[in-house]
């Protein structure tokens, strides 16, 4: 029995004793590769874990000169009359959500504004004052992305998506056509496990960099205190860090990718848990440890 299989096992076995809603887990570790499914391997919404593919593509922008960390959201975006201190917000405050601006925002809210990106940064902003979990950060992040190659998700396709075999993947869009980012991108397990593996072998695909190492690394180490306990305590780009010492895109509903840099290893979940989703990661991080 490979070390894939023991840790599918375990995983499966807690979430069928606790009767968890998993729709497919998928594990690899080093080369070997596990996987189990309690239903069909649709396409599902993602949720917050897009937030991680909108990193991704900040890194990839960033490795091409097209963005910087410190580039200003209004050096890109005309904005009228933008808020005060909107001028020192970057693209680093909005991937890691600490713009200062008080604007919470889901992508499961409607949108009632014309512009979404120019209404929150027409609110008075203290960039690196405080953490505000929000959809309308890493979308502000990824319409400054947008100003510079057009759509982001066409323009990943030739350096994400089609790599890795993702085709023709459909991301939720606003009411002006840009993708809703932080959240809607769907996939199935199978397709969100390979980005898994493009994290944890730092931007590596069969033999192709994709993204920089020193940007993944950066996914996987940078993290700021949230002002929050437990699993919610520290946040960076897209990453949340935990269970233990794993780190992890975390979507609602149980949409996991745990990467567990010790154990070589990382374990995908696609799942509709609507009250104990967190146990489906530490379930994970438990069988990784063990």
Not at 24 to 38: F, I, K, M, S
Not at 62 to 68: H, R, S, T, Y
Request: with cysteine.
């Amino acid at each position: 029995m490979t070390a894939a299989v023991r840790v599918r096992d375990r995983i499966v076995a807690g979430v069928d004793a606790e009767g968890l809603g998993a729709y497919g887990v998928h594990v690899l570790v080093g080369d070997d590769e596990a996987a189990h499914r309690w239903r069909s391997d649709d396409r599902v919404n993602l949720y917050s874990v897009s937030k991680g593919v909108c990193a991704l593509a900040a890194g990839m922008a960033i490795d091409e000169g097209v963005l910087a960390l410190d580039t200003a959201a209004l050096e890109v975006l005309d904005v009228p009359q933008p808020g005060a201190g909107t001028e020192g917000v970057t693209l680093e405050h909005l991937l890691t959500m600490r713009s200062g601006i008080d604007f919470q925002w889901f992508a499961d809210q409607r949108v009632p504004w014309n512009d979404l990106a120019h209404e929150m940064l027409r609110h008075p902003a203290a960039p690196g004052a405080a953490f505000q979990y929000t959809d309308a950060s890493p979308y502000v992040a990824m319409r400054m992305l947008a100003a510079r190659v057009g759509d982001v998700r066409d323009w990943l396709m030739p350096r994400l998506f089609d790599p890795l075999g993702i085709h023709n993947p459909q991301w939720h869009r606003c009411p002006l056509g840009h993708i809703a980012a932080g959240s809607g991108l769907e996939l199935r397990t199978d397709e969100l496990a390979r980005i898994g593996r493009l994290l944890r072998d730092r931007g590596q695909w069969q033999g192709e960099q994709l993204v920089s190492t020193e940007w993944v690394e950066r996914m996987a180490r940078d993290s700021f205190a949230t002002g929050a306990d437990g699993r919610w305590s520290r946040y960076g780009f897209g990453v949340w860090q935990g269970p233990g010492r794993a780190w992890r895109l975390d979507g609602r509903y149980g949409q996991y990718v745990i990467v567990d840099d010790p154990a070589d290893a990382v374990v995908t979940i696609t799942a509709h848990e609507e009250h104990r989703d967190h146990r489906l990661a530490e379930l994970a991080a438990s069988a990784l440890a063990s």
